[in-house]
């Protein structure tokens, strides 16, 4: 495309200045600023609270986890809907795979 060998060419620190052949800058004004963080806070803000709603959801429930990382004692797994579960190496078989309880 077009746009992206242009972006390719400009260097990393002009890549976000404003594309004029972009289909966005036939759109009309520009959303202002303080508007765009708002929203992006807002989004934030409303994801957070959908991710601490889901792990409420599944707390007690078990779940396939995967390690994937360890240190300090504790092991954190990894289940299939994404949450990280952290449990004292003590109480790790050593598998790799494993059903876990979410906490």
Known sequence: MASRARLRRLPAQVAAVPRTWAAAARLGERVPA????????????????????HRASRLGHRADGVTCG??????????????????????????????????
């Open 34 to 53: 303080p508007a765009i963080r708002e929203r992006a806070r807002e989004l934030r803000a409303c994801g957070e609270a959908k991710a601490r709603g």
């Open 70 to 103: 360890r240190g300090e004692g504790k092991v954190e797994v990894l289940t299939e809907d994404y949450l990280s579960v952290y449990l004292p190496t003590h109480e790790w078989n050593g598998r790799p795979r494993f059903e876990v309880t979410v906490r």
